[in-house]
């Protein structure tokens, strides 16, 4: 007697994955829904994801010009031996898997934050961006600011997709240094998104 061929795939453990079309086609988890007040650990940072917020900074006197910046604060614990530095979160359409700091891990928004200077990382010390320098084991608090333009709409949340770095071997020493963490997509390597967080994004005035 014939036994069924989805009988025999069923039982040797790979009856699903061949009816999806083979390992290729079983689709990834989906990344991991956060929110304010939320922790992910990145590998070389576990980060806090504290607020979104929108701050519109008056003009100080009739020859400057008022300012509008949309700024995400979070608690960053650098869990490296070495220091390391924030650096700048990636721009629309220019997304890059070779990213090594920080905010590089900020892979996109939603809605995209357009903006003709790019976002910059600090440190944040008291209302002021003192300090670029995350130090091994310092839970750091860190802002990254956007300066937006005129025509820029401020959303009332904003999606983040962020990546988390892994120790590869850097060639030709073989040496081993944090990377974003990557997969590949049609024949091409992309940084991989494993959380995706919401923020409400807060109103707020500087003087």
Do not use: C
């Not at 891990?105 to 809605?111: F, G, Q």
């Amino acid at each position: 007697m014939l036994i069924p061929v989805i009988a025999v795939l069923l039982a040797s453990g790979l009856g699903i994955t061949a009816l999806l079309g083979g390992l290729d086609q079983v689709p990834d988890p989906p990344p991991e829904q956060l929110g304010e007040g939320a922790i992910l650990d990145q590998g070389q940072f576990r980060t806090q994801f504290v607020a979104a917020r929108y701050v519109f900074t008056p003009a100080a006197n009739e020859f400057a010009e008022d300012q509008r910046h949309l700024e995400l604060e979070f608690k960053v614990t650098n869990l490296g031996d070495r220091t390391t530095y924030v650096g700048s979160p990636q721009q629309p359409g220019k997304e890059t898997t070779s990213s090594v700091l920080f905010a590089g891990s900020i892979l996109r928004t939603t809605p995209p934050i357009r903006t003709e200077a790019g976002g910059v990382g600090a440190v944040l010390t008291g209302d002021e961006l003192r300090s670029t320098q995350l130090h091994p084991g310092v839970a750091t608090p860190v802002v990254v600011r956007y300066e937006l333009d005129e025509a820029t709409e401020v959303p009332d949340r904003i999606v983040l997709d962020m990546g988390t770095f892994e120790l590869m071997g850097r060639f030709p020493s073989k040496v081993e240094d944090w990377s974003l963490a990557t997969k590949r997509v049609n024949g091409k390597d992309v940084a991989e998104v494993a959380a995706r967080v919401t923020l409400p994004v807060q109103q707020g005035e500087r003087s």
